[in-house]
């Protein structure tokens, strides 16, 4: 699989290099590499003989930190394919990845540990209950069902449990799978009649992560193994921990799957807030070895605020550009680089407090005058910090401004009630799915 934003890299590493460099040097040792495949955690390069792959190392290892993933060592993460060797192996690799299906081998992220992740108030619950499933696996959450939209670190925690538990528990038996590995697991065991093998293993492990678990949806011969796996597990005290994007009830999977999924923790993971924004680029750019002022990183997470993945993204973009001009990044150039990532993760600017209140009174049946008055009356007071979270959340303003939009309350009153709702949603299923519907009613 060749990973869009990586083939990008790739070529703006060659763009880089072809100005730096001969045209005969960059026919001989560069022109000839070929980029085989590529993900956030691994890029395969071809190349025709072991020279073409040290020369490229040796001249250009730090050009192409800027452009591509890393390794938790800092290095670049690729893996070299000799031609001949290539010719044989690709096709393999393409068709089935050896390694992703024998379930002996345990495929962890080395950058995805607790230490890398940036903790906020949108994610520290669930970090938390990661840390203490981590710490005691089987013994406190059972099984711990992490949801969230793209992008916010579900995967990164679901493979620091892992780490953490490989380290610590080194006797426990754990593996970590995407939803679409298990099921291909499956149908390769089928074919091969070892489908028993392939339970035992499975039902033999301590711990077992799954990734994405919303690709079982409409795949009803697969979820039946998948449910009888996890009851055995379960019955036996082993941990489980599942992601998705959506909470169980909200996926279309059967009843006894949804309660199973249901019967120990379910954890949401938020969009991080603008300060936790703010921390993840500074971390991100300082392990890339870019110095982001933080005026800049301000401005960036102002404007990328759903997705972290987006937010590398741009910090690779810059990385790279900020070699390339060897100057130092103010707005503008920064406005430059990324206009078009801004554009395209930027789709709620219009929205309005007025909007916000209306969705808010609908949902939670008060009138807009009541959320605007001083009321302190529950269900009034609720829907009250609930306008003002959401407020907070999809308005780019200041806070002043936009407090003064709830019939002139400040803006102390205005993050109090922020940080409550950020709380509660955490812990409150009903809660959530009426911001949920709030936030959908203003979107659509
Ligand atoms: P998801 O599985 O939720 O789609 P990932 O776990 O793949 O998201 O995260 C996307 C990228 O963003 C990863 O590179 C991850 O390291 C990074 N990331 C997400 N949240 C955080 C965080 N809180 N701190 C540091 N990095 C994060
Ligand atoms: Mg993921």
Request: neutral net charge.
């Amino acid at each position: 699989m060749l990973d869009c934003e990586i083939k990008n890299g790739w070529t703006q590493f060659l763009e880089f290099i072809e100005n730096r460099c001969s045209s005969a040097e960059f026919e001989n040792w560069i022109a000839p590499i070929r980029l085989v495949e590529g993900s956030h955690e691994e890029v395969i390069l071809e190349v025709p003989n072991v020279f073409v792959q040290e020369y490229l190392l040796d001249n250009f290892k730090e050009v192409l930190c800027n452009f591509l993933p890393l390794r938790g060592s800092g290095e670049p993460a690729i893996r070299f394919l000799i031609m001949t060797e290539a010719k044989a192996e690709v096709p393999a690799a393409v068709a089935a990845p050896a390694e992703e299906t024998s379930p002996q081998t345990l495929k962890l992220n080395t950058l995805y540990v607790f230490d890398n992740f940036i903790e906020g108030p949108s994610n520290q619950f669930v970090k938390s209950a990661a840390l203490g499933v981590a710490a005691r696996p089987g013994k406190s959450y059972n099984p711990l069902f992490i949801h969230g939209g793209v992008g916010l670190g579900k995967t990164h925690l679901l493979h620091s449990i892992g780490h953490y538990v490989c380290e610590h528990h080194k006797k426990l038996r754990i593996q970590s799978i995407t939803t679409e590995a298990f099921i291909n697991d499956i149908v390769d065991h089928l074919r091969n009649k070892s489908i028993d093998k392939m339970k035992r293993f499975y039902r033999n492990l301590d711990v077992l992560l799954v990734d994405d678990i919303q690709f079982l949806q409409n795949r009803l011969n697969f979820e039946e193994e998948f449910c009888n796996t996890f009851e055995t597990l379960l019955n036996q005290g082993k941990q489980i921990v599942i992601t998705s994007d959506k909470p169980p009830g909200q996926l279309k999977l059967s009843e006894r799957m949804v309660a199973r999924m249901e019967w120990g923790l379910v954890a949401h993971m938020g969009v991080p807030d603008l300060e936790t924004r703010v921390a993840i680029i500074k971390h991100k750019s300082e392990r890339r070895g870019l110095n982001i002022p933080n005026q800049i990183a301000f401005y960036i997470a102002e404007h990328i605020y759903n997705n972290v993945r987006q937010i590398e993204g741009a910090i690779n973009r810059l990385s790279a550009h900020s070699r390339l001009l060897s100057t130092q990044l103010n707005e503008e150039i920064v406005e430059k680089i990324l206009s078009e990532m801004f554009q395209s993760s930027a789709p709620n600017q219009k929205i309005s407090v007025e909007e916000i209140l209306k969705s808010v009174a609908t949902v939670f049946e008060v009138r807009i005058s009541e959320i605007k008055g001083e009321s302190r009356h529950k269900e009034i007071a609720l829907a009250r910090q609930v306008a003002m979270y959401l407020a907070k959340e999809l308005i780019d303003d200041s806070l002043m401004k936009i407090a003064s939009s709830f019939g002139g309350k400040t803006h102390s009153t205005l993050l109090h009630a922020w940080k409550k709702i950020t709380d509660q949603i955490q812990i409150n299923e009903t809660l959530r799915r009426q911001v949920q519907m709030v936030r959908r009613n203003i979107e659509t």
